[in-house]
């Protein structure tokens, strides 16, 4: 679910053209994707009526609710460090704050050359803003924020066709969990046809993700586990991700994760 350097071109998450729809607080802005490895992006959003999300399979809208969707809405603010680690290939950290409503982001990082990066823009107006943010900066950011609220994208983005394939052996160990598959457009996007399979235990939350890449970059699968489950004022967070990227391992986890709800000066961090 993430392209892990922007120096190299293997990803492990493409990005997707997808409509997406959120709480009505939530700012709708363009999500665009970098060539590296660091960034999980996921093409341009817009919005659509909240019925299209209501044809799809119920648990879809049961996972988001676990994590938080009945009040994404109060939040006015979330910061959080994107970590990743891949022996022998890269290891890097991320610092983020991002206002939804109004999309206004902060970042603090690397750049390509190691040298440090610190920018603040508002995603509304990204055409504005300088060839690193636009091509750098943004996809990280898109990548960073998937892998913190994916349970929140994934029913957002109500471009993607998703099935319940009821109970089903994990791809990991023993044990078994109710696979829910969400499949992107074929057309469209830069990588096509990706699938996201996630193993949802009892209490709706999910225990594994599996990717599955519809074209020919590399990596083509991709297996971690979701744990380290921490709550952030009303949002439920997965800050630990472990697993391999064909076969390798990857590690992916978040630190100094804080929310901030409207009317409220106070950060509430996760725990």
Known sequence: MTQLSHAT??????SKKVIHTANAHTTVAEFGRSTSLRCLVFGLLVLVPNSWAQ?????????????????????EAIRYTFNLDLPGV???????????KTSKVSYEGKDKDGKPVKVTYMRSELSSQPDNVKKQV???????????????????????????????????????AELVSVKYPSEGGYTPGDTW????????????????????????????????????????VSTEHRGTADGKPVHIWFSDVSV????????MKAQ
């Not at 924020?145 to 993607?160: C, E, I, M, Q, S």
């Not at 996630?198 to 939350?205: E, F, I, M, P, S």
């Not at 594994?208 to 709550?231: E, T």
């Not at 901030?260 to 950060?267: E, H």
């Open 9 to 14: 071109r293997s990803h492990i998450t493409p």
């Open 55 to 75: 044809q799809r399979p119920p648990i879809l809208e049961q996972i988001a609710k676990t994590y938080g969707l009945d009040s994404f809405g109060q939040v």
């Open 90 to 100: 890269i290891n890097l950290s991320h610092k983020w704050e991002w206002e939804p």
């Open 138 to 176: 943004d996809p990280a950011f898109n990548n960073d924020n998937y892998w913190l609220l994916f349970p929140f994208h994934a029913y957002w983005d109500t471009g993607t066709t998703v099935t319940d394939q009821g109970m089903k052996k994990l791809p990991v160990g023993t044990g078994s």
């Open 197 to 236: 399979d996630l193993y949802v235990g009892k209490d709706k939350r999910v225990e594994y993700l599996v990717y599955h890449r519809g074209g020919p970059v590399k990596p083509s699968l991709v297996i971690v586990s979701w744990a380290g489950y921490k709550k952030a004022g009303p949002l439920l």
């Open 260 to 267: 901030k709800l409207a009317g409220s000066d106070t950060w």
